[in-house]
């Protein structure tokens, strides 16, 4: 086993080597097991409103009620569309009820981009939170959309608060444009309406198709990602087990900056209701004091982010003076965690910033470093349990340890495909194997490395050149802020290699960051242009969008 398996070695006591996907027939059940058992406990809580898990239980079956009541039969999709709210959970639970399939979508998609989504996934219906209707209303006549429930953001929370969130939303702020779609209901009045009908009987099936969630893969272009009952059960169990062993049953507070319709919190955060972890959602994680006020307001014992939020609240004044004393663990994934910025963590926390890794086709998590910070510097850690991971060269041969070849991945947590894309699928899916697009390595002792993604890397005069090595060296000077590495053409050596800087001290100058750069990096591998910027241009989760800086260069 150890030598298919050598980081089966170094895993933590009490981690299983294989978890067994079984015990669930569907996600639904899963979640429905916890709901009844922790029925008294605060299951999520925004802005200090908060939901039981038996008020959950109880209005996601109201919901799953409506749904089928105006006509909506298993298999078909729901696209639900909004920021962290208390509504997100009771409508992804009552679609689940419902046997309906789920397609996240992020609320800050443009109308070209809903449009896309919405008909290659063949929405039938939409949850979707007000600010963002006008969008939709420029686009649902070239859709299947019939069924369009609104809500806005105050609309589960106490009365007076809430109206009084909505009044400053939409008069004050003004963040409600003006939209006229006919037919419309309210998520109110579908939990009103839900009451009246009874839910229809539904099984689902370990093979069943339950999400849709949208990515770029390893090429630009969208596309579904379709996970089943068995790869959702599957990776919530194997978060599970290793989260678990850290933690207290009805005794812990996880804190979801991050929104609940990205892969990473959807996954982490429902597999945490298994113990019966109560869940502070933030709304808008890009103001950075909402994300603080939290740390004062409750004892969180685990957070989840990307390096970007991680690196801008240790830049913020007011972090290092929040209370820290019950964080027990801190997850980073969605993109590379730097070590200047793990480092930095660590001594302002206490807490160790563990890396994950994984993609949306993998529900999304495949490895993670030790949760007591005894992994590989720089390393993505260990593969999760029932996972194989596997470095090979370009003809798909596996290659010696500690050479860099293509990531793969093998686990039941690996998706079924991209939907109605049968090329896309055939060409990242080998032999059971997923083909990451990721470049890494793997060590003697078994743990896995990621140099970079394939597409992403620069080659100088034949050599490949990083932009995580990069970026990394630049995070090391005490006045760079961000930064961001890409290639660019150049006739002598092929590709040059730029660095786009936001700045912490702006005092920094070009010859001071490139001196450093020098002390650190081989010749082949040194910026040859620099660029500050105020800012660079981000995903709505935090990720750095090279791409766009190669489009802008």
Known sequence: MYEQRPWLKLYPAGIPANIDTTQYVSLIQLVEASLKKYADRIAYSNMDATLTYRQVDEMSMKFASYLHSRGLEPGDRIALMMPNLLQYPVALFGALRAGLVIVNTNPLYTA?????????????????????????????????????????????????????????IRYIKRMVPKYTIPNTVSFRHALK???????????????????????GGTTGVAKGAMLTNENLIANMLQISAIL????????????????????????????MLNIGT?????????????????????????????????????????????????????????MAVQQAVAKKWHEVTKCFLTEAYGLTETSPGASVSPLDGSGLPGSIGLPFPSTDMRIVDEEGVPVPVGEVGEVQIKGPQVMKGYYNKLDETANVMKDGWLCTGDMGLMTLEGFFKIVDRKKDMILVSGFNVYPNEIE?????????????????????????????????????????????????????????????????????????LRRELRDDK
């Open 112 to 168: 070209r981009e809903m449009k896309y989504q919405f008909t290659d996934s063949g929405v039938k219906a939409i949850v979707i939170a007000e600010m963002f209707a006008h969008n939709l209303e420029k686009i649902l006549h070239e859709t299947d959309i019939k069924i369009v429930i609104t809500t806005s953001v105050g609309e589960l929370m106490p009365a007076l608060k809430g109206s009084i969130v909505n009044f400053v």
């Open 244 to 271: 678990v062993p850290k933690m207290n049953e009805e005794n812990e507070v996880v804190l979801s900056p991050l929104p609940m319709y990205h892969i990473f919190a959807f996954t982490l955060n429902v597999s």
């Open 278 to 334: 109560k869940i502070v959602m933030v709304t808008n994680a890009r103001d950075l004091g909402s994300v603080i006020k939290e740390f004062k307001k409750h004892p969180i014992s685990l957070m989840t982010g990307v390096n970007t939020l991680f690196n801008a609240l240790m830049n913020h004044k007011d972090f290092a003076a929040s209370n820290f004393q019950a964080l027990k663990l801190t997850i980073g994934g969605g």
């Open 472 to 544: 990394d060296v630049a995070a090391m000077h005490p006045k760079v802020l961000e930064s961001a590495a890409v290639g660019v053409p150049d006739e002598k050596s092929g590709e040059l290699v730029k660095l786009f800087v936001v700045k912490k001290d702006q005092s920094l100058t070009k010859d001071e960051l490139l001196d450093h750069c020098r002390e650190n990096l081989t010749s082949y591998k040194m910026p040859k242009f620099i660029e500050f910027r105020d800012e660079l241009p981000k995903t709505n989760v935090g990720k750095i």
């Open 193 to 215: 309406e839900g009451v009246r009908f009874t839910l229809k009987p539904f099984t689902g099936r370990h093979e069943d198709v339950i999400l849709f969630q949208y990515t």
